[in-house]
């Protein structure tokens, strides 16, 4: 039996990941924000899985000192965990900060992935072959990654601030995969298809009125967790860490989003923005 750990269970996507982890008989772990709607998503899989095992942690994601205290709750009781899957994400159509001071879509999207990632490091290093999963797009292709305002003090373009937030896993996966070279620990990224989910449900801007006037021709959540689970289960990626998967196949990301130096350079100032928000 395998330990994982997931955060964004409630809805789409990560909601089908969940189910189909309890399927397979494996530990569930889950990092959410509303308690209301982890109990509902509880009541659900109890019916469907009566003996499951699950337990849900709280935190709000956008802020660090949050990240920091959830990880470290798990630490304490858990030896180990096999799969971690960074999946909650968030579109907003215009510029909110976090209680810390970051640009919220980006605190959410970059820096709790790899603050959760870092904190929960020991645990991941415990398990023989463990897995990193993180949920990027196929957004990030239209980013716009300026290292001098990460906060986007320029004009707020909620398409690009997403496709922004997407080119950071990408680049955040590749600078981990060298931090975690002969570990063991793979790590990959992924595009999960345009899918039919309540992502940027109620926000304005191109995204918020052409998803809404799109979603019925998208992917099921259902077709949209199936890229994930391959990279959390399957044998033909076993080993294999720094991809960017498309439908479960190796596909080439943007130029940028293969620019090393420049992994490196965000790495460092994600470092410094994650310290800072814990000093605060």
């Known amino acids: 039996m395998k330990r994982v750990l997931l955060t964004g269970a409630t809805s789409g996507i990560g909601k089908e990941i969940a189910t189909e982890v309890l399927r397979r008989g494996d530990s569930l772990l889950l990092i959410c924000r509303s308690q209301t709607r982890a109990a509902h998503s509880i009541q659900e899989w109890k019916a469907m899985f009566p003996h499951a095992n699950?337990?849900?942690?709280?935190?709000?994601?956008?802020?660090?000192?949050?990240v920091r205290?959830?990880?470290?709750?798990?630490?304490?009781?858990?030896?180990?965990?096999?799969?971690?899957?960074?999946?909650?994400?968030?579109?907003?159509?215009?510029?909110?900060?976090?209680e810390e001071g970051y640009e919220k879509t980006f605190a959410v999207n970059h820096l709790s992935y790899m603050a959760l990632t870092r904190f929960l490091m020991p645990l991941l290093q415990q398990s023989a072959s463990a897995r990193?999963?993180?949920?990027?797009?196929?957004?990030?292709?239209?980013?716009?990654?300026?290292?001098?305002?990460?906060?986007?003090?320029?004009?707020?373009?909620?398409?690009?601030?997403?496709?922004?937030?997407?080119?950071?896993?990408?680049?955040?996966?590749?600078a981990l995969?060298?931090?975690?070279?002969?570990?063991?620990?793979?790590?990959?990224?992924?595009?999960?298809?345009?899918?039919r989910t309540r992502f940027a449900k109620g926000q304005g801007g191109l995204m918020g009125w052409g998803t809404a006037l799109l979603r019925p021709f998208f992917?099921?959540?259902?077709?949209?967790?199936?890229?994930?689970l391959f990279l959390m289960y399957s044998s033909k990626v076993e080993g294999c860490s720094g991809g960017y998967y498309v439908r479960c196949k190796k596909k080439r990301p943007s130029k940028?989003?293969?620019?090393?130096?420049?992994?490196?350079?965000?790495?460092?100032?994600?470092?410094?923005l994650i310290q800072r928000a814990l000093m605060s």
């Open 132 to 174: 990193i999963v993180n949920v990027a797009s196929r957004a990030h292709r239209y980013g716009s990654l300026l290292l001098d305002d990460l906060m986007w003090s320029r004009p707020y373009r909620p398409r690009i601030v997403y496709g922004t937030t997407k080119l950071c896993n990408i680049l955040f996966s590749s």
């Open 54 to 66: 699950i337990e849900v942690y709280f935190a709000d994601l956008a802020e660090m000192k949050q």
């Open 219 to 228: 992917l099921s959540p259902k077709g949209g967790a199936e890229t994930p």
């Open 177 to 195: 995969v060298r931090r975690l070279e002969g570990s063991g620990i793979s790590v990959n990224s992924l595009h999960p298809g345009v899918v």
């Open 256 to 272: 940028t989003a293969r620019d090393m130096m420049l992994a490196e350079r965000l790495w460092e100032e994600s470092e410094v």
């Open 69 to 98: 205290a959830v990880a470290l709750q798990i630490q304490e009781q858990h030896s180990n965990l096999d799969i971690l899957v960074n999946n909650a994400g968030l579109y907003l159509d215009r510029r909110l900060l976090t």
